[in-house]
T-cell receptor, first 109, second 116 residues
Framework: KNEVEQSPQNLTAQEGEFITINCSYSVGISALHWLQQHPGGGIVSLFMLSSGKKKHGRLIATINIQEKHSSLHITASHPRDSAVYICAVEQDTGNQFYFGTGTSLTVIP | DTGVSQNPRHKITKRGQNVTFRCDPISEHNRLYWYRQTLGQGPEFLTYFQNEAQLEKSRLLSDRFSAERPKGSFSTLEIQRTEQGDSAMYLC??????????????FGPGTRLLVL
């Protein structure tokens, strides 16, 4: 049983499309993270959320604590957005982190 | 470059050998995390330190694994008697507590381990 589930697992989009990646979790959390991992392994932290919505450039992250669900949106997608996007949650007891398996995004010019 | 460095970047070893990895976090960061990532999977939490204290260990961390952060700065992760199933990317991340609203964990480039 995975504490964090992401969908879709793979996503291909045309440049300019609006993209949504979903994350559901089953544990109580103190924070949810969206991470971006490029080929070669480097991981970049995009957002940390505990409630509501955050926006950074073309990226928007939302979280619904009651429904235990978060979404990552990319507006006007670009080929450089191609990467694996990982949802991770920090459990509110014990400080354990649980990660989703990632969504592999490919944006085609 | 996030400011977190890991060495070595790659390690190939024979089954049964011991290996040690090093992580140098961002200097003012008091928290340091170790994760393991196998191909096609998300990272798995292994352990974390606040300063020199190891506060949490995952059940994934068997007796063959040990981590230290003796002076609250760099950390080492040692795997004894390596097994082929230990082959993975070992990631280190650091953060500052209390956290800024935007800054979370900064990840190093990882050490890729292959056990033959």
């Amino acid at each position: 049983k995975n504490e964090v589930e992401q969908s879709p697992q793979n996503l291909t989009a045309q440049e300019g499309e609006f993209i949504t990646i979903n994350c559901s979790y089953s544990v109580g959390i103190s924070a949810l993270h969206w991470l971006q991992q490029h080929p070669g392994g480097g991981i970049v932290s995009l957002f940390m959320l505990s409630s509501g919505k955050k926006k950074h450039g073309r990226l928007i992250a939302t979280i619904n604590i009651q429904e235990k669900h978060s979404s990552l949106h990319i507006t006007a997608s670009h080929p450089r957005d191609s990467a694996v996007y990982i949802c991770a949650v920090e459990q509110d007891t014990g400080n354990q982190f649980y990660f989703g398996t990632g969504t592999s995004l490919t944006v085609i010019p | 470059d996030t400011g977190v460095s890991q060495n070595p970047r790659h390690k190939i070893t024979k089954r049964g050998q011991n290996v040690t990895f090093r992580c140098d976090p961002i200097s003012e960061h008091n928290r340091l995390y170790w994760y393991r990532q196998t191909l096609g999977q998300g990272p798995e939490f292994l352990t974390y330190f606040q300063n020199e204290a190891q506060l949490e260990k995952s059940r994934l961390l068997s007796d063959r694994f040990s981590a230290e952060r003796p002076k609250g700065s760099f950390s080492t992760l040692e795997i004894q008697r390596t097994e082929q199933g230990d082959s993975a990317m070992y990631l280190c991340a650091s953060s500052r507590v209390p956290r800024d609203t935007q800054e979370t964990q900064y990840f190093g480039p990882g050490t890729r381990l292959l056990v033959l």
